[in-house]
């Protein structure tokens, strides 16, 4: 059981208020499904909790020029088959399908998923590549950062004591000529996975590449960018060019530096980085050539 | 007969899916407290003060206790190693050093951390190769010698210091079945195999409600396998005499072995006596992972001796079960493991040294198969690599090395209702074992597997009921057999209602209390139907007698010559009958009165045994029966990840006669689902300082139903092939159906991928491992 106060505040300059009001001792509570198991364990202690439950307006997602915009409190649910509507968000709509389960997702949040800072996350990881954006408020106002900078380590990221994450921004991108794709390994499902792979491609006319981001999740305390991957594949050509995938999937490989866990070694998480970065790119590359 | 063999419904199930049926975590008396257990973070530390005076002092805190407060016993199945609460020493991390209780739980966990332990940290044993040398590192038990032992072991030139069990086949010239081989051109096949830690992880975690009433009577509810064995247990533990315990079994969230003893409740009760209050006690789920019984490791050295045509003629086999700090539940594995190896083939010679041994880990305890689906795992891995070898087809091979009906087996005891053969065949035939797998794109391969299994029932073992009959017909069962999940409510209430010839909402089970219920030894060893089933067909009969007698006055015939079927009473051959009511009143001048009667059947049913020999294995009947079954796998592995899916799986098992198909069908698929979670999946994590690393449900993978085959590739097949004394013919179903499933899905990897991989569980891992190092060495044959 735990003690301390509960409140729900209906608007984001309330929580803003509240959260300044509490300090340290104040938690966001969005879908509660992470947050309640830091309870259980005792790894937080709050002396307020404070419900963005009925905060209804972090709840829209829209669309504009600059990108899709999806409110903090929409859940993980919400966003499967969204790509229907926003084809921008086809990554992160599959990846989500295999987060947790139906149940955690129809009340896991969005907002959650990033202020978590999972190290396994397949949200964070599929953001960045798809390199999102968050908008932060706070009672002295609002700030926007890069996704890639947001999460700083294992269960870390850079939001200041105050403040409430309120909406993530998804920018636009040419769908004839770019695509993202996200994979994961698991022991079974539901689970976090093993590793995790976010791919991010663009063609130039001659099928070259443009742009590429491949990001990598669980295998340091945030997803980690592989730039040497990404730089093998910039100019070059890779529609149909198995060879340069494959190259710089082993790049990706012997970028991440994993540390043994239980479920699995150092070395196996490597090689899958490998497998997954191969297919994340190969999958990315047929999108994006349509 | 018309309700035995048909797939009544459970008699539980309107309960357990309203939520209404009770479990032990539903108790709550009043002015109840709440129990929590002050646990070794030390693998191995000598005791040195316990400080307790913080955590008495706290508010709502109503007792604290320690070995100071309890009898100075040791307690075992067996051999008496192990005190409630840690004495002097401790000898595993999470062993309990103390326990507190108070008004609630959050309380008595927060005075917990207040109690002050001071150790001598002792040096730490977990390598079990290490443990059973003559001058191991550690001893972990100094005062062995003196313990109470209620077995002997193997007659040895000297005991390594932390052996607790040595037990040995000796059948036929084993020298010779190698030397035969060796001379006349057949194959040597030596291999060693290990299996992982897996834990029961029921549903329902451990727990009990203990209370005293005034004249110093312990009534405890917990969920556990057996009333009788807690019952003994708990008066062993605080002194009293068994007459003074009473035991109910609530309703029961899964066991699997893991529920034999209660430990738990025993430590409750101590509390609950300080207190002068009910506590209860219920495990956390990373307590219950990490602290109580697992299915340990054991290492199994296999040697063959095998013709050139695949006829095995000797079979050398050595193992250790990696006990933790005290033998507990596992006491009788290093034996009863190795009653799979003669239960299935002829063997010319069958040699076994079997050990068990202590190391600074989890205590080893039971988990469906005791003991058999580990030494299955090794052995029907073997097979397959000597079909390999010989070039025979897999099925065949097992086949022509199979016992027949009548034969003397390697341990004396003759092979009875021997289906072997039927259960491989029957199997095979459903997963198309003739057809090779259609191939798959790479990195995807598939490939079958098929294993063969047995399943004792031990003995010497006896189950009471009694069967009350009331005015209106009906049947009251009072049994001590306990439905864990598994269905023997069910059954019972169809033979009584079969018995009776009447409809099953007419019978009803008087369920485990030691104060109402007769003896029932467990619900352990697959053996409620075969055991309990009897007793409650005699205990129908002696009442049917009963009833006879009482109505032949009336009816004016002979005993011998009334019939009892629903609800009458009739005379053989003529029309005359009266009704089961009609004995409960006497006519008057006046009317009608109640009769003074009481019909109560009562009957046991025992099986005795004749000794195994320590030495030798040979016994005459060492065990109650043996069950059989095969399973089949059709697997799917990506090498690059290592993933392995079963795509098809098929359990054939023999139950003699299936009571209650459908029930026999859940068994299949659920024995198969958690075999499937022990071969690929399950795998209990420690770190060097031997505490759990994965004591979650996050963490400790059982598989979920993503895992599964889909249900139109997942085949129930039974097999009934009558054991004699089995009641209607049957035999238990419960764990045979997970003794195959390891080496059926080994097998399968190898036909897919060409690799084998020792020790389970079968990770992606392991299998991207053994891949790269086949693709290394450039082959894949076996040696
Ligand atoms: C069994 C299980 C399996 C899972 N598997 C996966 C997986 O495979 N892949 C994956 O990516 N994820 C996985 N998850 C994580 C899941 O996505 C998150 O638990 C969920 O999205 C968290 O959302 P929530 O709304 O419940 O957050 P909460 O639990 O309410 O909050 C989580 C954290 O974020 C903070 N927070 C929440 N909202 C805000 C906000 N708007 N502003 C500032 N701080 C905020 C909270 O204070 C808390 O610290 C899994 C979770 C579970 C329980």
């Not at chain 1, 539901?190 to 669980?218: H, K, T």
């Not at chain 1, 100019?235 to 340069?244: E, F, T």
């Not at chain 2, 708990?234 to 969230?253: N, T």
């Not at chain 2, 079909?387 to 091979?397: F, H, T």
Request: hydrophobic share 40%; net charge negative; aromatic share 6%.
């Amino acid at each position: 059981m735990v003690d301390c106060h509960y409140l729900e505040p209906t608007t984001v300059s309330e929580v803003c208020t509240l959260l300044a009001e509490h300090g340290d001792g104040a938690k966001v509570v969005a879908g509660g499904q992470s947050l309640a198991l830091l309870l259980r364990n005792g790894l937080i202690q709050p002396s307020h909790l404070i419900s963005i439950q009925h905060v209804t307006e972090l709840e829209d997602i829209t669309a504009s020029e600059e990108g899709v915009k999806i409110g903090a409190k929409v859940t993980l649910n919400r966003l499967i088959g969204i790509d229907d509507a926003h084809p921008t968000l086809r990554a992160l709509s599959d990846a989500i399908k295999a987060v947790a389960d139906p149940q955690i997702r129809n009340f896991a949040t969005l907002g959650g998923a990033i202020c978590e800072a999972h190290p396994a996350s397949d949200i964070t990881v599929v953001l960045i590549s798809l390199n999102a954006t968050v908008k932060l408020a706070s009672a002295d106002g609002e700030r926007v950062v890069p996704m890639r900078d947001f999460v700083t380590g294992a269960f870390a990221t850079a939001a200041q004591p105050g403040e409430l994450l309120t909406e993530v921004i998804v920018p636009s991108f040419d769908l004839t000529v770019a695509a993202a794709a996200h994979r994961r390994f698991v022991l079974r499902a539901g689970d976090y996975p093993v590793v995790g792979v976010g791919a991010f491609v663009s063609l130039n006319g001659a099928g070259q590449c443009q742009e590429a981001r491949i990001v990598v999740g669980n295998c340091s305390g945030a997803p980690v960018h592989a730039q040497e991957a990404e730089a093998r594949l910039k100019r070059n050509n890779i529609v149909g060019n198995n060879g340069v995938l494959a190259a710089a999937s082993e790049l990706a490989a012997a970028h991440v530096a994993p540390s043994s866990d239980p479920m699995a070694s150092n070395e196996y998480k490597i090689d899958l980085v490998s497998v997954l970065t191969k297919e994340a790119l190969t999958e990315a590359v047929a999108l994006a050539i349509g | 007969m018309n309700v035995v063999g048909t797939s009544a419904k459970r008699i539980d199930g309107i309960e357990k899916v309203t939520g209404t049926a009770q479990f032990t975590t539903d108790i709550v008396l009043p002015r109840m407290i709440h129990a929590k257990l002050k646990r070794s973070p030390l693998a191995h530390a000598k005791i040195l003060r316990i400080d307790t005076s913080e955590a008495e002092q706290m508010p709502g805190v109503r007792a604290v206790v320690t070995a100071a407060d309890l009898p100075d016993v040791r307690l075992g199945i067996l051999t008496l190693d192990e005190h409630l609460l840690a004495h002097d020493k401790t000898r595993l991390v999470g062993e309990p050093v103390a326990a507190v209780a108070a008004d609630t739980p959050e309380i008595a966990r927060a005075a917990c951390e207040q109690i002050e332990v001071e150790y001598e940290e002792l040096p730490s044993l977990f390598d079990p190769e290490e443990a059973i040398k003559l001058d191991p590192p550690v001893v972990l038990h100094e005062e062995y010698e003196e313990y109470e032992k209620l077995l002997e072991l193997a007659e040895m030139d000297e005991r390594p210091p932390n052996l607790w069990q040595a037990y040995r086949i000796r059948h036929g010239d084993i020298d010779a079945a190698f030397k035969k081989v060796e001379d006349e051109g057949g194959h040597i096949i030596e291999n060693r195999y290990a299996t992982g830690y897996v834990h029961t992880a029921c549903m329902e975690p451990h727990g009990a409600v203990a209370q005293w009433s005034s004249d110093g009577t312990l009534t405890l509810w917990a969920g556990g396998q057996s009333p009788y064995i807690a019952r003994d247990g708990l008066a062993k533990a605080l002194d009293l005499s068994p007459s003074k315990v009473r035991v109910i079994i609530p309703f029961v969230g899964g066991a699997f072995g893991g529920k034999l003893t209660v430990k738990e409740g025993a430590i409750a009760a101590s509390l609950a006596r300080k207190a002068r209050r009910p506590v209860k006690i219920i495990l956390t789920r990373a307590e219950d992972l990490s602290a109580t019984a697992a299915r340990t490791p054991f290492i199994f050295d296999v040697k063959d001796a095998v013709t050139q045509d695949g006829i095995l003629i000797g079979r050398k086999v050595t193992s250790i079960l990696w006990g933790g700090g005290y033998s507990g539940e596992g006491i009788l594995k290093p034996i009863f493991s190795t009653h799979l190896y003669p239960g299935s083939y002829r063997l010319a010679a069958l040699w076994v040294d079997s050990y068990g041994v202590y190391t600074n880990r989890v205590s080893g305890g039971a988990l469906r198969g005791y003991g058999c689906a580990e030494s299955a795992w090794a052995v029907e891995t073997q097979m397959d690599i000597i079909a390999r070898k010989c070039d025979i087809d897999a099925v065949e091979l097992r086949i022509n090395n199979l016992l027949t009906e009548g034969e003397r087996t390697a341990i004396t005891m003759p092979a009875h209702a021997f289906s072997a053969h039927e259960c491989l065949t029957k199997c095979a035939d459903a997963i198309e074992w003739e057809t090779p797998s259609e191939p798959l794109d790479p990195p995807w391969y598939r490939g079958k597997g098929i294993a063969l299994g047995n399943k004792y029932s031990f003995a010497p073992t006896a189950s009471s009921t009694e069967l009350k009959v009331h005015e209106d017909a009906s049947c009251e069962l009072r049994t001590s057999a306990v439905d864990l999940g598994q269905g023997a409510y069910t059954i019972l209430t169809q033979i009584v209602a079969d018995e009776f010839g009447i409809e099953i909402d007419k019978v009803k089970l008087v369920t485990p209390d030691t104060a109402i219920t007769p003896f029932d030894h467990v619900a352990g060893s697959s053996r409620q139907t075969f055991h309990t089933g009897n007793a409650t067909r005699m205990a129908c009969d002696d009442a049917k007698r009963q009833i006879r007698e009482l109505a032949a006055p009336k009816l004016e015939a002979h005993p011998a010559d009334l019939e009892v079927s629903g609800g009458h009473i009739f005379v053989k051959g003529s029309s005359k009958s009266i009704e089961v009511e009609d004995l409960f009143v006497v006519e008057m001048l006046a009317g009608k009165r109640p009769a003074d009667v009481e019909i109560l059947g009562k009957a046991t049913w025992e099986v005795s045994a004749s000794p195994h020999d320590p030495n030798t294995g040979q016994g005459e009947q060492p065990m109650a029966y043996m069950g059989h079954g095969a399973q089949a796998a059709e697997v799917e592995v990506n090498v690059e990840t290592g993933q392995v899916r079963v795509r098809k799986f098929v359990s054939a098992i023999d139950v003699g006669k299936a009571m209650n198909p459908q029930g026999v069908e859940m068994q299949n698929y659920g024995g198969g689902c958690m075999g499937i979670g022990i071969a690929l999946h399950e795998d209990m994590c420690f770190d060097t300082s031997g505490q759990m690393t994965n004591a979650s449900l996050m963490d400790y993978k059982i598989p979920s139903i993503v895992e599964m085959p889909l249900n139109e590739y997942m085949e129930s097949i039974i097999v009934e092939v009558p054991h004699e004394h089995g009641p209607y013919g049957a035999k238990g179903a419960g764990e045979i159906v997970v003794v195959p499933t390891s080496p059926a899905i080994g097998n399968a990897i190898y036909d897919a991928i060409g690799v084998r991989i020792w020790d389970q569980p079968l990770t992606p891992e392991k299998v991207v491992k053994a891949w790269k190092e086949k693709k290394a060495s450039g082959n894949g044959s076996e040696s």
